[in-house]
Structures are given as C-alpha cells and as structure tokens.
Nanobody, 119 residues
Framework: QVQLVESGGGLVQAGGSLRLSCAASGLTFSTYTMGWFRQAPGKERELVAT???????SYADYVKGRFTVSRDNAKNTVYLQMNSLQPEDTAVYFC?????????????WGQGTQVTVSS
C-alpha cells in the first residue's frame, strides 16, 4: 500500500513561513521524482516544485526564490520550505511521487494539506 502523508499546513500571516513535509511509504522512494503541486478553489492544479532522487530541483516561475524543495532519502520524506508567503499562495498543497526507471508510469498523490495566508 503506497501512502503519501502530508503535514505542516496551516494558517500564517503574509510574510511568514511554513515547512511542508511529505512522508512516503510502500514504495522504493529513491526511484521516484518527488513534487509539490497546489490548487486554489476554482482553479486547476499547478506545479510548484520538483526534486529528483539525485537532488536536482525545478521550480515554477512564481516561486521567485521563495520556496525550496528538498528530500531526505533515508527518511523517505520530501519537504517544501515556503518563505515570504503571500495571500496568493493560499491553496491546497499536494505531494506527488512520479516513478522513474523501472517504476516509470507509476504516479501517486497525497491527500493535500491546506495553506492559508492572511494579510
């Protein structure tokens, strides 16, 4: 049973910070590119950041250096450090696992965690 369990969401004031965590189980973590997506009400889900098993990162343009994605393969966990949060960052944030190599084609999603930024 593959599970992605997210934590760290909540309510924060504009300019504040949050760190999201996603703990993976039931998969060979090192074979998956991990990512974070977000979705605001009435809008499509959009990519925030990704990180490969080797540590190569990619970010959406709107992050503008404010967010940092990282992973700890020993703990099977991926993180998203969010700094200088703004009200437009308010959304449900989802953890994603995208298989590579022999696991290519396998994709899993976490349940999502709410991030609300107030002004």
């Amino acid at each position: 049973q593959v599970q992605l369990v997210e934590s760290g969401g909540g309510l924060v004031q504009a300019g504040g910070s949050l760190r999201l965590s996603c703990a993976a189980s039931g998969l060979t973590f090192s074979t998956y590119t991990m990512g974070w997506f977000r979705q605001a009400p009435g809008k499509e889900r959009e990519l925030v950041a990704t990180i490969t098993s080797g540590g190569t990162t990619s970010y959406a343009d709107y992050v503008k250096g404010r967010f940092t994605v990282s992973r700890d393969n020993a703990k099977n966990t991926v993180y998203l450090q969010m700094n200088s949060l703004q009200p437009e960052d308010t959304a449900v944030y989802f953890c994603n696992a995208d298989g590579t190599g022999w696991t290519r084609g396998l994709k899993y999603w976490g349940q999502g965690t709410q991030v609300t930024v107030s002004s």
